[in-house]
Every structure is written in structure tokens, then in C-alpha cells.
């Protein structure tokens, strides 16, 4: 298998930054904030690599840093510090067409609130296939049939493809999303807290599609969740964040069956009661 992701010593900061928050975590600040310039450091010193098809979990309690590392991966956020390879090629500071051309190609993300990831005004065909045109497509019709082949694959009837998505319920923008994220074939799938908000019963079906999508494509998946059980269900290996930094890193089966850092053995005990 060939590595689609490699991130090196990652670091997004929000706030001017100053010298001491240069300086290594743990040096003369642990926390997340700098004491010196009042900067957050969002996440840093994280790095992992990921094979594709495997797919990496990321938990750790509200405020840690888990939609920082998507953001950053998405190329939404700057960052201050480290390297995103996608396929072995640098994109940390790609911009302009190039940054564009990404993240309409070769990444796909489900954002926790469709809001973030959808124009509701919108239909759901002219979401997904938007991504399409961002890379180039000129065809109408291929963009539609291109559209409504990703919305069946998400268990979107056809007939909403023309409906704006402020009609849809929240687990189907949580599929208009999917199909959207997917329609590029991208390499890197991103998905933060999917089915957060959901009913359970409209959860169990996402988290049932994307175990789906990863086994008919070799897309790498980042996932993002607080609930233990999703990140069991979907990724072979985890890491645990807290205040911006990876606390632990291994097998999800390991690391939540038998947690070494004090946090997560905090995370996981929390969820058993
Ligand atoms: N745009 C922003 N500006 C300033 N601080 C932010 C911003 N986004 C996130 N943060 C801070 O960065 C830290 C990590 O946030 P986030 O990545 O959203 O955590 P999580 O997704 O794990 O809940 C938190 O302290 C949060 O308040
Ligand atoms: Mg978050
Ligand atoms: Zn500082």
C-alpha cells in the first residue's frame, strides 16, 4: 500500500504568536494557550502517516484540537508550522489554483454541521456537482448524471437532486455531504463528528454507509469523533488529542482497550459508565 497521507509535526496557531510560543510544547507552556501573547495553539507537534484505504481516528474531549487537524488537512487553515504530503507531495502551502484544485480533487470532507459544508440554498445536485466544475468538468449533462450516480451511492433518491437542500432532514445533509465530499473520487476522505446531532437510528445508517465507502474504494479516511464506538466501528488506528497534542497513538483495538496516558484512560472509562 502507498502512503496518501504523511503529516509531519503539524502546528496551527490562532493568535499573533510570539517566542515562547516557538518554542517545543512543554518547554514552559503545556496548555493549548500561550500565557505570553494569549495565542491558541489549535494543535501541534502532530504527525502520523496513512497508508490508502486505512483510516486514522481522532478523539479527545471538546476544545482539543480535532477540527483544527481537519481543517488544516483540508486545507482550510494556515498553518504555522509542519508538512501535509498528499501522495508524497508537499500541499502545506499550496494556494491560489493549486489550493483550489485540491481541495476539489483530491480531498473530500463531511463538516459536523452541514452548514459549514453545504450551501442550503442550493439543490443537492448543484452542491456536489459544483466540485465537479471546480475541477475543470464542462459538461451539464456529465455533471448531472455524474451527480445523481454519487447521490444513489449515498441512498439519496434521484428525485431530490433538484430539491434545495434546506428541504432535507439532517441526516440527509449529512448524505448530501457524503455525496459531495465523494463525487471527485478524492484520496482523503475527512469527516468530522458525521452523525453528531443525529437520531440514533439515522447514526447507525451513515456510519453504515462509510463502512460501505471504505470497502469499495481505497480512499484514506481521517475521522473525527467523541463517541468511542464510532471510531471502534470505522478506523484501525486512533490518535488521542487533548489541549492541541497527541497524548497517544496506536491500534484503536489497544489503545482503547487498554489506554497508557492517563487522559485517555480518563476518555475511555468516562464512556463506560
Ligand atoms: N477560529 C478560531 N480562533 C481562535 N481559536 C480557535 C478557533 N478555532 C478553534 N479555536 C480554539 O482552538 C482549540 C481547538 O479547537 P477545535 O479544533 O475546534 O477543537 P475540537 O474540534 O477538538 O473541539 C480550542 O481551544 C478552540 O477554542
Ligand atoms: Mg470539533
Ligand atoms: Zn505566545
Redesign the pocket.
Known amino acids: 500500500m502507498s502512503v496518501a497521507l504523511r503529516v509531519e509535526d503539524l502546528a496551527v496557531r490562532y493568535?499573533?504568536?510570539?517566542?515562547?510560543?516557538a518554542e517545543p510544547a512543554g518547554t514552559r507552556s503545556a496548555g493549548a494557550l500561550?500565557e505570553?501573547?494569549?495565542?491558541v495553539h489549535g494543535c501541534r507537534e502532530v504527525g502520523f502517516a496513512l497508508d490508502a484505504g486505512e483510516a486514522l481516528g481522532i478523539v479527545g474531549e471538546s476544545g482539543s484540537g480535532k477540527s483544527t487537524v481537519l481543517a488544516a488537512l483540508n486545507l482550510d487553515q494556515p498553518v504555522a508550522g509542519g508538512r501535509i504530503l498528499l501522495d508524497g507531495h508537499d500541499v502545506t502551502a499550496a494556494a491560489g489554483s493549486e489550493r483550489r484544485r485540491l481541495r476539489a480533487g483530491s480531498l473530500g470532507i463531511v463538516y459536523q454541521t452541514p452548514q459549514q459544508g453545504l450551501d442550503l440554498a442550493i439543490t443537492a445536485g448543484g452542491n456536489a456537482g459544483s466540485r465537479l466544475l471546480a475541477v475543470g468538468w464542462r459538461s451539464y449533462d456529465r455533471v448531472r448524471a455524474e451527480a445523481l450516480a454519487h447521490h444513489e451511492s449515498v441512498e439519496l433518491a434521484g428525485e431530490r437532486l433538484d430539491t434545495p437542500v434546506r428541504a432535507f432532514s439532517g441526516g440527509m445533509r449529512q448524505r448530501v455531504q457524503l455525496a459531495k465530499a465523494l463525487i471527485s473520487r478524492p484520496r482523503l476522505l475527512l469527516l468530522d463528528e458525521p452523525t453528531s446531532g443525529l437520531d440514533v437510528s439515522v447514526q447507525a445508517r451513515i456510519l453504515d454507509l462509510v463502512r460501505r465507502i471504505r470497502r469499495e474504494s481505497d480512499v484514506a479516511l481521517v475521522i473525527v469523533s467523541h463517541d468511542l464506538a464510532v471510531i471502534r466501528m470505522l478506523a484501525e488506528r486512533v490518535l488521542v488529542m487533548q489541549a492541541g497534542r497527541v497524548v497517544e497513538a496506536g491500534l484503536t483495538d489497544q489503545v482503547l482497550g487498554d489506554p497508557q496516558h492517563p487522559y485517555s484512560q480518563l476518555l475511555v472509562s468516562a464512556q463506560l459508565t
Request: net charge neutral; glycine share 24%.
Open positions: 493568535g499573533p504568536g510570539c517566542p515562547v510560543c500561550c505570553i501573547c494569549g495565542s
